[in-house]
């Protein structure tokens, strides 16, 4: 059958020949079914080795963010609850609460569940997978220049199973066979609940509707495009940025092309369409991420040797390909080179916007490994197509992609076999909490105070189990305004900080060390942790000093208001780990009376009453 299939690769004045529906069907639907079992395989061997849990287990960053944020709730008013402090903030006065929709449909989908959040889970992600594993194929189906099923199966299997933007450390962990060691610290490119996974089959739409309709010339694919722009725009803004840049490509084609000189109304009246919808959108409550004063533009010109690295010099090389291609048709080339070229420029996004504004080039990472995957789909096409009918059947060739799939196929499998091993104890963590609070009955007037060292600690799981407040959380600070932060995050993390054993000598000692990175990265000064420009580093140690070490220094000279703080609730429930403790007893003690203990394996729930 590959014989046939590569015969098929024939052209008739420049239109390729499809091929026979079935013949292309069964090949790519098995290749969906194994791309869902890899994916799925994590999920379903830790349920059955860890035993059954309410939550999902967790396999990559932000998990319990996303699912808190799904489980915000409206007290009206135009207001909604933050699920970590129990504190009203404006519905649309952080960003996050503006782009939530992912997480809200998530909600109303675990609802129609009834409320059983790891089958919901389990089902959301078997769809978005699946969703984008269906946009890519018909992607490739409409657009390829040469059609032939294996063209498409290692496409997307290139999209899905290796990711491009972790090339080096991926051929360094095949090197390490048969010690899967290498791929523990690997994932596979769409793990991410929520992000990537919905934007990116948003963002593959687009380009397919966007090939249409240079192609077609009609108008009703801007229509479904600006429906697509906005939805991105409620889910995940850089998306939208992305979508803004190919089409831009594209237009600048129509408007040059002396064939297409009366093409340029449509794509006119789109943009100032879209443009509205956008400036509504972002005029209509907070727009900030991250909590700076940053200015909007900041030209950082020496950044740029760092920000240019392997992947963006691979993309580049790519994106430059395809301009000069000549069997790619310009209707499907144009979209192409504005996905490269778009993903290119918000890669160097921190050298003109500052880090601690949107975090461009950060985000930019999620686009880069799909950019990459479909434009060399497309690019290893157009080659295929110079090639005759003879030299497409020989031995070699097909031996070659034989190869491809199979390296393809086993890279996914053990990429899946070490995000389960990497992600097992954490997901044991999460089962035992769970099994620990599901003996305790929470009840209104509880504080929980939960280890929040890393993303997704123990703090993130409290807060969804017990449905209470907790003491802090670094997340908490992404659902409160940028005035919360400053009087209700900061005080509580520094009485955290206190309990933790943490002191503001400690503190100050390490934001001069050559680890602060790190420091305030656990700090929840993400943009600034992970900014290359030293200013914006600075920035961020800056208000550490002058915002959250004063208040740290007020705990430490047990200030009356940490008392009064406390006795807002009637029980402090205190989660910790036997093994590894969180916090100091000693230093609870001096605030708090001890009236009983639990165990659940290496984890203990002490109860306390304020003083």
């Excluded at 801007?222 to 725009?233: D, E, F, N, R, S």
């Excluded at 030293?534 to 047990?558: A, M």
């Amino acid at each position: 059958m590959l014989s046939d299939t590569l015969s098929s690769v024939a052209h008739t004045n420049d239109v390729p020949v499809p091929l026979h529906s079935a013949a292309r069907a069964i090949p790519q639907i098995l290749a969906v079914v194994f791309i869902l079992l890899v994916y799925c395989y994590p999920s379903l061997k830790t349920r059955s080795e860890v035993g059954a849990s309410p939550l999902p287990s967790i396999f990559a960053p932000d998990l319990t963010l996303y699912l808190n944020l799904a489980a915000v709730k409206s007290v009206g008013g135009g207001q909604v609850l933050n699920p970590y402090y129990m504190v009203p903030v404006p519905a649309n006065g952080t960003a996050y609460l503006k782009i939530r929709l992912p997480p809200a449909l998530f909600s109303a989908w675990t609802r129609l569940l009834g409320g059983r959040t790891w089958l919901s889970m389990f089902f959301w992600n078997l769809f978005w997978w699946g969703l984008l594993c269906v946009i890519t194929l018909r992607l490739f189906g409409r657009f390829l220049p040469a059609h032939s099923w294996w063209i498409e199966v290692a496409g997307l299997g290139l999209l899905m199973l290796f990711n491009i933007g972790m090339l080096k450390p991926v051929l360094a962990a095949w090197l390490h066979l048969p010690s899967l060691s290498g791929f523990e610290s690997l994932a596979l490119p769409f793990m991410r609940a929520f992000t990537p996974q919905v934007p990116i089959p948003l963002l593959l739409a687009y380009l397919a509707l966007q090939m249409t309709a240079l192609r077609d010339g009609c108008g009703y694919p801007w229509i479904g495009m600006g429906v697509l722009q906005l939805l991105a725009l409620f889910t995940f803004p850089y998306a939208t940025l992305e979508m803004a840049g190919l089409t831009c490509a594209s237009v600048l084609w129509q408007l040059l092309s002396p064939r297409t000189k009366r093409a340029w109304r449509i794509p006119l009246a789109y943009t100032a369409a879209c443009a509205i919808a956008d400036i509504v959108f972002l005029k209509h409550g907070s727009t900030n991420i991250y909590a700076s004063h940053s200015s909007l533009i900041h030209l950082q010109p020496q950044l740029l040797p760092q920000l240019v690295g392997g992947a963006w010099l691979m993309l580049c090389l790519l994106t430059v390909i395809t301009v000069f291609a000549k069997t790619i048709p310009a209707e499907v080339k144009w979209p192409l080179v504005g996905l490269g070229a778009s993903t290119l420029l918000m890669m160097l996004g921190d050298s003109v916007v500052p880090t601690t504004v949107l975090l461009l080039s950060s985000h930019a990472n999620y686009f880069m490994h799909t950019a990459s995957a479909i434009i060399f789909t497309f690019l290893l096409a157009a080659a295929l197509t110079r090639m005759d009918r003879q030299s497409l059947n020989s031995t070699w060739v097909r031996s070659a992609f034989a190869v491809v799939l199979a390296v393809l196929g086993l890279t996914g499998i053990l990429l899946s076999a070490g995000t389960y091993r990497t992600s097992l104890p954490a997901n044991r963590d999460q089962v035992e909490i769970a099994g620990l609070l599901r003996s305790f009955k929470p009840a209104d007037g509880d504080l929980f105070i939960a280890r929040s060292v890393s993303v997704d600690d123990a703090c993130g799981w409290v807060t969804l189990l017990s449905k209470r407040n907790v003491l802090f959380c670094t997340d908490a600070e992404t659902m409160l305004t940028p005035e919360q932060n400053h009087d209700v995050q900061r005080f509580r993390q520094a009485l955290y900080l206190y309990l933790s054993g943490k002191s503001s000598l400690d503190l100050q000692r390490e934001l001069t060390g050559p680890n602060r990175s790190g420091l305030m990265y656990q700090l929840g000064f993400w943009a600034e942790a992970i900014s290359l420009s030293r200013d914006e580093q600075n920035e961020g140690v800056k208000t550490i000093q002058t915002d959250l070490l004063p208040r740290l220094q007020e705990v430490e000279s047990h200030g009356i208001w940490v008392t009064q703080f406390f006795r807002q609730f009637k029980r402090i429930i205190v989660v910790d780990d036997l093994q590894h403790l969180a916090f100091v007893p000693e230093r609870i003690g001096s605030f708090l009376k001890q009236e009983g203990v639990q165990h659940f394996d290496h984890w203990v729930l002490l109860s306390y009453v304020p003083e």
